[in-house]
């Protein structure tokens, strides 16, 4: 937009500091939200598909208000991964239980004004692979598995290469633990009512 960088301001969102970590996950990876094209569910989709070792071990679940669309529909039922795909609904205390017993939480954006489902998951204890862009770099820091959302094979082995180590998937649930310290909600609210005072 040209406008002067003097002129703006950035304040992160925040999210309860609070944390769980339950160590008795099971095998399904989880997706939040909409996926609409910038989202990239379908490469993930692929990427699943392709994975030999993802099909044999783990369900792939898909928490979010909208039915599959014809074209999701179609893409899942072609790549043979209608028995995997799971979509589910329901309100923030069920999404909780889901982020609570993933084995992997996956966010494969190519864009993202902020990315607030990375920092929710890390509250939760569930490790997170997701896209290498620098907002994600930003709010996930060393917490995150990181992939190339325009490369399916890309996805495929940060994913498998993450479910494949336990030891690996600890350590980034206690760099998560730690990330999200820097992201609190009183801290938003300081800093959003600093920015008022200044044109007030």
């Known amino acids: 937009y040209k406008i002067n960088r003097s002129k703006t301001s950035v304040i992160h ?3 309860e500091q609070k944390t769980f970590n339950i160590k008795n996950k099971k095998n399904y990876l989880l997706f939040v939200g909409s996926r609409s094209k910038y989202k990239n569910f379908n490469n993930l989709l692929i990427a699943f598909s392709k994975s030999l070792y993802l099909k044999n071990n783990y369900k792939l679940i898909v928490f979010g208000e909208k039915k599959f669309s014809e074209e999701e529909s179609f893409l899942i039922k072609k790549l043979k991964i209608k028995e995997k795909v ?3 609904s329901g309100d923030d205390t069920l999404l909780k239980k889901y982020y609570l017993s993933a084995s992997l939480f996956i966010f494969p954006s190519k864009y993202e004004g902020f990315g607030l489902p990375l920092l929710e998951a890390m509250r939760f204890g569930c ?3 997701c896209s290498k862009i620098d907002v994600f770099k930003e709010v996930g820091g060393n917490a995150c598995f990181y992939f190339n959302p325009e490369k399916i094979n890309s996805i495929k ?3 498998e290469k ?3 180590s336990s030891s690996k998937r ?3 649930i206690e760099n998560g633990f730690n990330q999200i310290k820097k992201f609190r909600w009183d801290k938003c609210a300081s800093n ?3 920015e008022y005072k200044k044109i007030t």
Do not use: H
Request: aromatic share 14%.
């Open 157 to 159: 082995y940060v994913v």
């Open 170 to 172: 600890k350590k980034k």
């Open 127 to 129: 490790p997170v692979a």
């Open 162 to 164: 993450a479910l494949k």
């Open 192 to 194: 959003t009512y600093k």
């Open 13 to 15: 969102l925040g999210v």
């Open 86 to 88: 799971f979509l589910i």
